[in-house]
């Protein structure tokens, strides 16, 4: 998703600073729960997020995972409803809190918020809709190189460590871990990523992106 803190004009991120509350957690936290009433809006100001739904015990479907200067959970702040998933720090982080009534507030007031809040629904249906066709159509490597791709793409710079656990990548892939693994071992030895101590390193997006035109 594209930053919101880095699109945004000074005065509206003043703005944002004095209304909100800052509030740090550790890695694999909680920020909140699924069914809790979402009563403020969190924007990343460092670290990272993943948002996750369990449809059954044991098991962890990712969302999404939101970096720094990115808001997320925005449509249950925006109508009322509970938030759909739960959050969960995937490392140190450091959340900008916008309470809902603050959130509505600032929406009517600010031309500028109102069109990034419109712009950010827009790029997630844009997301889901990719997602989903690669899912029901791409072979297993298509679909962990397209994960991979929107975890580095989300990145500040390169080289990036892909912060989520093999697991995890399997889930938003649709896949099982097994099958990840071995397509992540394949990607190391074709030099598309790197294995270092077990952490996924991506230099460069040319050559994954490379390999899914193919």
């Not at 909100?20 to 909140?32: I, M």
């Not at 729960?33 to 460092?46: N, T």
């Not at 720094?68 to 969960?88: H, N, Q």
Request: charged content about 25%; aromatic content about 8%.
């Amino acid at each position: 998703m594209k930053p919101l803190l880095e699109n945004i004009s000074a005065e509206l991120f003043k703005k944002l600073e004095s209304i909100g509350f800052k509030r740090s957690y550790g890695e694999d936290q909680e920020v909140f729960a699924r069914g809790d009433k979402a009563d403020f809006l969190p924007i990343v100001l460092s670290g990272a997020v993943k948002m996750i739904r369990n449809p059954e015990v044991g098991k962890e479907v990712i969302i999404g995972i939101f970096r720094s200067g990115e808001m997320f959970a925005v449509p249950p702040v925006f109508d009322g409803a509970p938030y759909p998933s739960t959050a969960i720090a995937v490392e140190k982080t450091e959340l900008l809190q916008i309470s809902r009534s603050d959130f509505l507030n600032i929406l009517r007031d600010s031309p500028e918020f109102a069109f990034e809040v419109i712009g950010w629904t827009c790029e997630m249906l844009r997301e889901k809709t990719s997602m989903i066709r690669t899912l029901a159509t791409a072979s297993p490597e298509h679909r962990v190189g397209r994960v991979l791709i929107k975890l580095a793409e989300d990145a500040a710079a390169l080289p990036f460590r892909v912060p989520v656990r093999r697991q995890d990548i399997a889930e938003m892939a649709s896949l099982t871990t097994e099958t990840t693994i071995r397509v992540i071992r394949r990607f190391a030895n074709q030099g598309l990523v790197r294995i270092v101590h077990g952490k996924i390193f991506i230099d460069s997006l040319e050559p994954l992106q490379a390999f899914l035109r193919d």
